[in-house]
């Protein structure tokens, strides 16, 4: 496990960075053009930055981006 330190500052930009990466990833999933290798590459890839988002964000922020797998495959 590996632990950092952020000031005030650093952690709005880390919220902002993974808010951004969680926003395109969710446009890319409902892209129809994409084929479903791609589609799960991104959908792994989601799980791990919306688990890092989780240990920033509140529950009410943290809902917005509840990804149901289900319609992603």
Known sequence: MLGI?????????LDYVLRKELDEMLLDL?????????????????KIIFRMYARIASPKEL???????????
Do not use: P, W
């Open 5 to 13: 330190l952020f000031n005030d500052k650093e952690c709005k930009e």
């Open 30 to 46: 409902n892209d129809n053009r994409l084929d479903g290798d791609i589609k799960q590459a991104i959908t792994r890839r989601y």
């Open 63 to 73: 809902s917005r981006y509840a990804l149901n797998v289900r319609n992603y495959r």
